[in-house]
């Protein structure tokens, strides 16, 4: 065997392992870190040098084929990375409703990694396309290629090849009843995002989560509160623990105009109205853009008296103080708790019961905000650790429960904290894995002996099932009802116990019936 032939093989052998190896970051774009590109980048010198001057031929314009395809799917395959999975209903939700305020840190991160992988990929095809004399339609066969096996076509398929099952969701969805009992407890609605109870494992997480498990004896803690479908991002969950309800997609038809919109979920009774109806007075805190995904538009359109994001954080404090708790694009939760002390000293003087619900914002995918308090700088930053996020946010939320029940005022409280969705870590990006995961869901009552202490509730239930859970742990609700959830303090099975996980999935399935009942005239 002549050199020139060992080094064509060597170069057609190397071009195609390197397109397979591509091939394998656009299934699962998050291999990338697992992959030496020191090793790649040699290589790729050596079939070159190797492949020369077959490989290197003038290219063909069909080249630009693969490379476009390959670009297009880019977003999809970037979000992978990110987040460690796609979800088309999320991504549907956030084109129609704006990106607003994203963290674009985290996908450019995730972006310049696999736009090299595309270039290799592109690359060795040309090479191939060269060396085995291929015509322009091999090109057409990469690109079509790499337009199957990537998350968006996957997801998408299996959607659409998922059986619908028939199903009485649409019917099913229940006004609540409301019926005052004893005195309005004010209620304390901490959100923690992304920090479910995942992070219990001490194998993988340490005891960063030991600070929401040192409180069990205080209160009742569920356990088996799962993510069903339309109840993954942080608005999802928000309004499926607000309304009973899954987030699923009203089409693309709010693309460009919901600044416009005046109503969100406007047919339906939620959290807030609810308690707005009994007398309660309302407040909304995060620290990112409150017009993130259509959130703006909830809070407006469902009862808040007071709505506060990053832009109204900055109206109330200092250059200094702001730049010192900047992360990304929010304010870290330092702030956010700073400030929720502030609108409750605000709201405690007025007779009426109070709502205050706070987004936090620590443990997001694979990477987290460190508050500014929690470093050793004094100033918040991003990282991957997420040992230290979590950590640091539990540290903030069990300080600021420190100073309420320091000055809390002389009447019953509910205090509840729920993580908004499962964090987005890509090691458990399958449905399997999905269902053996839980969200925090724990109350404290104060003043209010029906709230059991060092209890667990292991009822199966999701997202939607803490609505009326909420409700009735606060003596707001007669009927332990409410969208298509069913209290976990009352009797009643939930959706998930009658039906099980897999099942509540498929029946939320291109389920168009229910996805009208949700929207109604929106």
Known sequence: MTLNLLRFYFALIGSLGLALASCLVFVLPYVYPLINWTLVTIGLIAIGAAGYPNAWRRPSYWVMVPL?????????????????EFDLLAAVHHLSFGMVGADYGII??????????????????????????????????????????????????????????????????????????????????????????????RSRFGDSYDGIAELAPQ??????IKQVEGTGWSLAGIVASHCGLPLLPNGLRNMYRWGDQEAFLGDHRCLSDVMSEVGYQTAYIMGGVIEFGGIDLFIKSHGYDTAIGRDQLAERYSEERLELGAAVRRYDDALTLDTAKDIYQ?????????????????????????????????????????????????????????????????????????????????????????????????????????????????????????????????????????????????????????????????????????????????
């Open 68 to 84: 476009i395809v390959g670009l297009l799917i880019m977003p999809a395959l970037t979000v992978t990375a990110g987040f460690g």
């Open 108 to 201: 450019i991160r995730a972006l310049r990694p696999l736009v090299s992988v595309l270039l290799v990929y592109v690359v060795c095809v040309y090479w191939l396309s060269n060396l085995l004399q291929m015509s322009f339609k091999g090109y057409y066969f990469a690109a079509l290629l790499i337009a199957m096996i990537n998350p968006l076509s996957i997801n998408a398929m299996n959607m659409v090849m998922t059986p619908r099952v028939e199903n009485d969701l649409a019917v099913r969805v229940h006004d609540p009843g409301v019926e005052m009992n004893g005195v309005a407890p004010d209620v304390l609605l901490i959100y923690l995002e992304g920090l479910d109870r995942e992070f219990l494992d």
């Open 219 to 224: 209160g009742l803690t569920f356990t088996q």
């Open 346 to 522: 605000e709201m405690a003087p007025i007779d009426d019961p109070l709502l205050l619900t706070i987004l936090t914002y620590g443990p997001h995918g694979k990477s987290g905000t460190v508050a500014s308090n929690c470093s050793q700088t004094g100033r918040a930053y991003e990282t991957e650790d997420l040992t230290e996020t979590v950590r640091c946010t539990i540290q903030n939320v069990r300080s600021f429960l420190s100073w309420w029940e320091s000055v809390r005022r002389d009447r019953p409280a509910l205090v509840l904290l729920v993580s908004d969705h499962l964090n987005h870590l890509w090691l458990y990006d399958s449905e399997e894995a999905q269902e053996g995961r839980s969200n925090t869901f724990f109350a404290m009552g104060y003043d209010l002996p029906h709230i059991p202490r060092g209890e667990v509730n292991d009822r199966l239930g999701s997202m939607m099932d803490v609505f009326p859970t909420i409700l009735s742990m606060a003596g707001i609700i007669s009927d332990g009802r409410g969208g298509l959830g069913v209290s976990l303090v009352d009797e009643g099975p939930t959706l998930l116990e009658q039906r099980g996980y897999y099942r509540i999935n498929r029946e939320l399935n291109r389920n168009y019936d229910l996805q009208q009942v949700i929207w109604g005239s929106d």
